[in-house]
């Protein structure tokens, strides 16, 4: 099969799920490499679209620098740590990652390694492994009736604590962001750090590594513990001091623990080694067949949708991220190229843009267009690319204010979005637009400045504004036929009779700034633009 020329190139920098490389593999040149090679990581970033990695790949500010044409880094897995994100950002290039890939392995590791512990498992199949048959030295503890406490009620946590539910053990929890009744109704019981130490039998710990986590399990409170409590971390390396924890378990104050994660990986050296009581594994949360294929099938299909300029859900670095409602996500194409055409008929770049969202559809959130209009205001007349990262930072670089307006039964349209702002010499301008739904499904513009119309929102479009008379409309189809532009539609809105009015034309090419004024100019307008609605 021959392949197109010009395809993106998505740099596979680890090894990635065969089913997401078949999700890549038609629209996109994908290419191998090992991403621990700095040089060749390096090289091979000069001419990627997109880099999809694991944990072992750095794409930090060198990076990122490296790769002028990126648009989005992709991380198969939960943490970024191995990703800059505020240099991305500073580029205007996407990180996403898989926030839900490995939940479920996450927490079933965590009580694999809880039930490892309270049986003594691993120390016991060495033990045998090496000949020695000593059934009282590995005898452990029942789960039934105990206390376990969960230090953190997420995504990953809930799962835990509805696995041990099985197990008929008593349930409490530390997290200030969850409300009472949210753990109520999931069988769990809150309580301060504190008070969570000194009650459990078992601690597992299910937080993010932030600033405020890193050490929380520290001296100090090792020394509030239950006697002979089981510590679990398969969350995140530093949330436990392995020092203190290896202190503490050497005095027979903590029983044992389970770790999975390490302060510094690779991790093949640490004081926990060296109990029978510590089970450790080489960070294996999201070590399944079906984690990792989730993990890969996500971020791929997210990288396909970033390289077509859609929006990306999983995005770590877009304002107003998170799911977008089917009824609001055929307006984002919408309020992108109103945006890109109120900047055209504008003139320029406003002080204060306002994006109204009128009908039905403003019932759901509808925070999404705004940064989708956003992104179309600075398409034309920025250098940079413009995306849904770096679009928010354009405008307020440049003292844009943009703001959102929701109007649930204003319009005769069940779905019309209104781009309307100020301009610094105090103009108002405006342009709205709606999509049709059905077999005839298209985006249109229906008002610029208060003239009505009903224009497809694609395509190259030329703007005149002009004293309404007879044979304007020939002389700049004059104009342009000459020039060899073909004209597929015009329109034109008037107020009254020989009053002001708007030509609005979609033509076949990109029109020279030299052609188009030399049009206006013909015909005596007072202003003309145009607007290449063509691109994404």
Known sequence: ????????????????????????????????????????????????????????????????????????????????????????????????????????????????????????????SAALKAGEWKRSKYTGVELSGKVVGVVGLGRIGVLFAQRMAAFGVRLVAYDPYVQPARAAALGVRLLGLDELLRESDFISIHLPKTPETVGLIGVRELGLVKPGVRIINAARGGLVDEQALADAIADGRVAGAGIDVYSKEPC????????????????????????????????????????????????????????????????????????????????????????????EVAKHDVSVLKLAATKGLFGSVVAEQVTYVNAPHLAADRGVEVALAVFTDSSDQPNLVTVRGALPDGRVASVSGTYVAGPREALKLTEIDGFSLELAADGVLLFFRYADRPGVVGTVGSILGSAGVNIAAMQVARRKAGGEALMTLTVDQVVAADLLGEAGQAIGATAASTADLSVG
């Not at 790949?57 to 740590?81: F, S, Y």
């Not at 009581?277 to 993990?295: I, R």
């Not at 009824?327 to 994006?355: D, H, N, Q, W």
């Open 268 to 359: 093949v050296a640490s004081p926990l080694f060296a109990f029978d009581s510590v089970v450790a594994t080489p960070h294996l949360g999201a070590s399944t067949v079906e984690a990792q294929d989730k993990a890969g099938l996500a971020v791929a299909r997210s990288v396909k949708l970033a390289l077509d300029g859609e929006f990306v859900p999983d995005a770590v670095n877009v304002q107003a991220g998170g799911v977008v409602a089917e009824e609001v996500r055929p307006l984002l194409p919408l309020a992108e190229k109103l945006g890109a055409v109120f900047t055209a008929v504008a003139g320029g770049i406003a002080s204060a843009v306002t994006v109204e969202v009128h009908g």
């Open 1 to 124: 099969m021959t392949l197109p020329p010009d395809r993106p190139v998505v740099l596979i920098a680890e090894e990635l799920a065969p089913s997401a490389l078949e999700v890549l593999a038609d629209d996109y040149e994908v290419r191998h490499l090992d991403g621990t090679d700095r040089p060749a990581l390096l090289a091979g970033l000069a001419d990627a679209s997109a880099v999809i990695v694991r944990s072992a790949t750095r794409i930090d500010a060198e990076a990122v620098a490296a790769a002028p044409r990126l648009k989005v880094v992709a991380r198969a897995g939960v943490g970024l740590d191995n990703v800059d994100v505020p240099a991305a950002t500073a580029r205007g290039v996407m990180v996403v990652n898989a926030p839900t890939s490995n939940i479920v392995s996450a927490a079933e590791q965590a009580v694999a390694l809880l039930l490892a512990v309270a049986r003594n498992t691993a120390a016991a």
